[in-house]
């Protein structure tokens, strides 16, 4: 198990910030996906990401898909957990000229349902999946019932925690829908959009502040932020969390080379939700006071 190393290394991590120069935007990739999805081998698929200007990247895979029967580069259960953990660790060592860090995304729902705890214990960062699949769309009840379920968790898993594409994930639940529906996504209102019912922004800042969580924005939003509706509702949900402080993490979200291709350019959408380097930083700079504390 991890030691619990509490407000100690959030203090160390904000001196550390301090002192540090600030990766860009582009420079981090916090969601970076490296396992049974990949289509091509790992060192080639970090090469690829770095050469596009990534600096930091957390390295992770779906942690359900080592349940199911597959044939892939790892095996299943917990023999794939460790060779993964064990690839990434190799990875690290091959670019020292890059901060790469290890971890899980895992499904929303198994909050509810119970977790997998062993492979948990190897993961640096633990990515929470706020999913489109599920009946209804994400909102700001949602993630506030999450947040609040992360920081119980925190307690037995002091790493830091991202929760995964929230606002994305509800536009595209109903954009989704409203196909199904036979309905014009384009007639989808700004009030529909909206993530965030009045004072629920000023609740999730309170729970959120000296916490080790951290909200994602991917590059899902860079379609979204073209669309004049969904920007309006992207700036109104977001950028007064950003205003009030709330630390966010950006990502590429990438699982496949097809993807990679596109550059990663997230300064087009977190400049308008207010997104800037100064509140994206705090994870890396926390991540690599653990790594200091550890060692």
């Known amino acids: 198990m991890i030691r619990p190393i509490g407000l100690t290394i959030l203090f160390l991590a904000a001196i550390q910030s301090a002192q540090s120069p600030l990766y860009s935007l582009r420079e981090m990739d916090m969601h970076l996906h490296a396992g049974l999805e990949c289509d091509i081998g790992l060192s080639e698929w970090v090469d690829m990401n770095a050469s596009d200007g990534r600096k930091v990247m957390v390295l992770l895979d779906h942690l359900e898909l080592y349940r199911r029967k597959a044939a892939g580069r790892y095996p299943m259960g917990p023999a794939g957990h460790k060779a993964l953990m064990a690839a990434f660790d190799a990875e690290a060592a091959r670019r020292k000229d890059l901060v790469l860090f290890k971890g899980w995304e895992i499904l929303e729902t198994e909050l509810d349902t119970g977790l997998e705890t062993a492979p948990m214990t190897m993961a640096e960062v633990l990515g929470w999946h706020i999913s489109w699949s599920l009946p209804d769309a994400p909102n700001g009840q949602l993630l506030i019932k999450r947040v609040k379920q992360l920081k119980e968790l925190h307690k037995q898993f002091p790493v830091p925690m991202i929760v995964f594409h929230p606002f994305a994930a509800r536009i595209r639940k109903l954009q989704d829908s409203a196909k199904e529906q036979g309905r014009d996504p384009k007639s989808i209102t700004l009030a529909e959009y909206r993530f965030f019912q009045p004072g629920e922004q000023q609740e999730l800042a309170r729970i959120l502040k000296d916490s080790s969580i951290y909200i994602e924005i991917s590059s899902s939003n860079a379609s979204f932020i073209h669309d ?68």
């Not at 709330?246 to 993807?259: E, G, R, Y």
């Not at 977190?270 to 991540?287: D, H, K, R, S």
């Open 228 to 295: 004049p509706v969904c920007r309006e509702a992207l700036i109104a949900d977001v950028k007064p969390l950003a205003d009030a402080g709330v630390q966010f993490t950006v990502s590429t979200d990438h699982h496949v080379s097809k993807s990679a291709d596109k550059p990663f350019h997230p300064e087009a959408y977190c400049a308008p939700l207010g997104v800037t380097p100064e509140n994206t930083n705090g994870i890396v700079q926390e991540l690599l006071a653990i790594r200091r504390h550890k060692g």
